[in-house]
């Protein structure tokens, strides 16, 4: 974290976040450490806002079960949302979510790591 004084802003080199806010984040961060999670999440975002069950999303590499508790974990924290239709229950990214995964993923591009 930087100083910032008073009334200046931020250059985006700031952050300041509350107590609710890191353990906020830190739950996102540690959710995505999953690999499994993390491929789910990035299947998603390709599909730019469309729906996919359960078992259009089941190609993995875990079983259907796994992958539905994998997307509950995602919900859980806001990354997606649901909808049920009878049985089925389909999945899509969270609002906003997929411009922010786009820029960390191009942010890290320019990094070159």
Same mark, same amino acid.
């Given at each position: 974290?930087?100083?910032?004084?008073?009334?200046?802003?931020?250059?985006?080199?700031?952050? +300041?976040?509350?107590?609710?806010?890191?353990?906020?984040? @830190?739950? /996102?961060?540690?959710?995505?450490?999953?690999?499994?999670?993390?491929? *789910? *999440?990035?299947? =998603?975002?390709? =599909?730019?806002?469309? +729906?996919?069950?359960?078992? $259009? *999303?089941?190609?993995?590499?875990?079983?259907?079960?796994?992958?539905?508790?994998?997307?509950?974990? =995602?919900?859980?924290?806001? =990354?997606? $949302?649901?909808?049920? $239709?009878?049985?089925?229950? &389909? &999945?899509? *990214?969270? +609002?906003?979510?997929?411009?922010?995964?786009?820029?960390?993923?191009?942010?890290? @591009?320019? /990094?070159?790591?």
């Amino acid at each position: 974290m930087c100083q910032r004084g008073a009334g200046a802003t931020c250059d985006g080199t700031c952050l +300041e976040l509350s107590a609710a806010d890191m353990v906020w984040w @830190s739950n /996102v961060f540690k959710t995505l450490g999953d690999p499994v999670r993390l491929q *789910l *999440l990035i299947h =998603l975002a390709e =599909l730019r806002g469309a +729906e996919a069950a359960v078992h $259009e *999303l089941a190609d993995v590499g875990v079983s259907q079960a796994t992958v539905s508790h994998h997307l509950k974990r =995602l919900r859980c924290i806001g =990354l997606i $949302e649901s909808r049920r $239709e009878g049985r089925l229950v &389909y &999945y899509r *990214l969270g +609002e906003g979510v997929r411009s922010a995964l786009m820029q960390i993923l191009h942010q890290r @591009s320019q /990094v070159g790591v």
